[in-house]
């Protein structure tokens, strides 16, 4: 019997590395719509203006794919095992010890039409990956894949937080999936653990003392000074709330090549990573993530942190 149109979905995502896929109709998120407006209202997106273009088409996505009648949510697993060796060393976030994951992913989507179309024919629509105004997490915990967990990030009750989250945002009628319940009941972890207080109520962020923020998204000159102490060591983004969550314990080591650390980055010593210069950091960062950063970016971490 022939896979009927949800099914051929779920298993193409199956096929292609997808930890879980979720469904949900194409439509205003009109309480995320109000969590957003507040969020930005109060200027918790700091200098992330870009956060505040495109309202409209970030809350509704048939206003962003015309046509579009579901939204299906992939999950793409990063976690891992590996850690820097050097415990004085600068630290790296974990989704960054391999290739850029939006290399990767996107190979993966473009796939994804591909053996879709070739089932069942001409479909129109558009994949993302962290890289348009879709509120990719909201799409997922709508999807059933998890639910939004105290420091925002979407948790998942099998595997834990330590994913990326991609769409496809496709002219196909499927068949939704239904939300999951709120699981992280009275725990705190998350928001005991952040050094920068910078988790807030009603699963909020306030970017502007996030430390993935501070060492990825503010292209100021300086830190600001208020946060010397308060670093933990992070040069290019943050795993505290994450590592502290007791969901994380059932991540499983990812089987993605391609995210596997690259050169002797895990090798690398407090020292090299003071010396680290412009060719190192160009041959050590290709197709990273942390070119994000760039090289000055970099540098301007590690000094704050010295």
């Known amino acids: 019997m022939p896979l009927n149109n949800t099914e051929l979905v779920k298993k193409i995502g199956h ?3 997808f930890d879980f896929v979720g469904i949900s109709k194409a439509g205003l998120l009109k309480d995320d719509a109000i969590w957003l407006e507040d969020w930005l209202a109060n200027n918790r997106n700091g200098k992330m203006v870009y956060m505040e273009n495109h309202f409209d088409k970030r809350v509704d996505p048939t206003k962003l794919v015309e046509g579009s009648k579901s939204v299906v949510s992939l999950l793409y697993n990063y976690h891992t095992k590996h850690k820097q060796k050097d415990d ?3 630290k790296l976030a974990k989704y960054a010890y391999g290739e850029d994951y939006h290399f990767v992913i996107r190979d993966k ?4 039409f591909y053996l879709l179309e070739e089932q069942i024919g001409k479909i129109e629509g558009r994949s993302f990956v962290d890289s348009a105004p879709v509120l990719d997490r909201a799409w997922a915990r709508k999807s059933g894949l998890g639910w ?3 420091n925002s ?7 834990g937080s330590d994913f990326f989250i991609a769409e496809l ?4 009628e499927l068949e939704p999936d239904g939300p999951l319940k709120d699981y992280c009941g009275t725990c705190t972890k998350c928001i005991d653990a952040c050094p920068t207080e910078a988790i807030l109520p009603q699963r909020q962020i306030d970017s502007k003392r996030c430390i993935s ?3 990825i998204e503010l292209k100021d000159e300086f830190i600001p000074t208020e946060f010397k102490s308060k670093m933990e060591n992070w040069m290019f983004g943050c795993d505290i709330c994450q590592d502290v969550c007791p969901w994380n314990r059932f991540g499983i080591q990812n089987q993605e090549q391609r995210f596997q650390p690259k050169l002797n980055l895990l090798d690398m010593t407090k020292e090299n990573w003071e010396q680290l210069e412009q060719e190192d950091f160009s041959a050590i960062f290709k197709r990273s993530a942390v070119k994000r950063t760039k090289f000055s970016g970099l540098k301007r971490n590690i000094r704050f942190l010295g």
Do not use: V
């Not at 990030?153 to 595997?159: A, C, D, E, G």
């Open 148 to 150: 939004i967990g105290k």
């Open 88 to 90: 004085e060393a600068p």
């Open 213 to 215: 923020y501070l060492t």
């Open 169 to 172: 945002i496709i002219d196909l």
């Open 109 to 112: 989507l473009n796939e994804f």
């Open 153 to 159: 990030m979407l948790i998942n009750k099998q595997r």
């Open 15 to 17: 096929q292609l590395g």
